[in-house]
């Protein structure tokens, strides 16, 4: 079965541009969650999607944000990009077992945005 | 809110030697907790997992316990080898039916010399 993929690996943007992120689960699986991770803040929960809704935010500005595909594929926007968006973006999968509310999470290889 | 510490890297190692890396954490509710690794340039890859009080994850020679009393829940492994050099993140998820997320440790680097 293959993995969780994000597109594109590397982008270089200039403050002020917005950028999207996309992010294909693994097959079968119904909730992708998006993460920040940044060498200062370490990893910090952006947003979880399941079933085209977003039900769980972190708190992040509202120039982040988010949606998801009937086909479980999920994108990220962040707009008027900072300095401090610099950051590798990490998507999870994960498949809510049926009638327990435990799932674990698996992770793609992220994308690296850099600001200049 | 909740929380997960770790303790303070790079550990540095020789091959074979015994590894611990201390993880405690600070929930409402009741965890489950997990460790994942990263390797340099990749994304997270899921270690072990154990969901509640008393349970072992165990995976790659890797092991953890979730101790309940003393909400922690250290990574251990008998022999280290070079290849086990990553960054190590102890993180916990308090599960819930407006949704569920992974709060983080700050992760821990580990280092394995000849």
């Known amino acids: 079965k293959a993995g969780v993929t994000q597109t594109p690996r590397y982008l270089i943007k200039t403050r002020g541009q917005q950028v999207t992120l996309s992010c294909s689960p693994i097959?079968?699986?119904?909730?992708v969650s998006w993460y920040q991770q940044t060498p200062g803040q370490g990893l910090q929960f952006l947003f979880e999607y399941f079933s085209e809704t977003q039900r769980n935010k972190g708190n992040f500005p509202g120039r982040f944000s988010g949606r998801q595909f009937s086909n479980s594929r999920s994108e990220m926007n962040v707009s008027t990009l900072e300095l401090g968006d610099s950051a590798l973006y990490l998507c999870?999968?994960?498949?809510?077992?049926?009638?327990?509310?435990?799932?674990?999470?698996?992770f793609g290889p992220g994308t690296r945005l850099t600001v200049t | 809110g909740n929380s997960v510490t770790q303790m303070e890297g790079p550990v540095t190692l020789s091959e074979e030697a015994f590894l611990t890396i201390n993880c405690t954490y600070t929930a409402t509710g009741y965890p489950s907790l997990f460790w994942y690794v990263q390797y340099p340039g990749e994304g997270l890859q899921l270690l072990l997992k154990?969901?509640?009080?008393?349970d072992k994850g165990s995976n790659k020679g890797f092991e953890a316990t979730y101790r309940k009393e003393t909400t922690s829940f250290h990574l251990e492994k008998g022999s280290v080898q070079v290849s086990d050099s990553a960054v190590y993140f102890c993180?916990?998820?308090?599960?819930?039916?407006?949704?569920?997320?992974?709060?983080f440790g700050t992760g821990t680097q580990l280092k394995v010399e000849l």
């Open positions: 154990a969901t509640k009080a008393d």
């Open positions: 097959s079968g699986h119904r909730s």
């Open positions: 993180a916990l998820m308090i599960l819930t039916g407006g949704g569920n997320k992974l709060t």
């Open positions: 999870a999968s994960s498949l809510p077992t049926s009638g327990s509310w435990e799932y674990e999470q698996y």
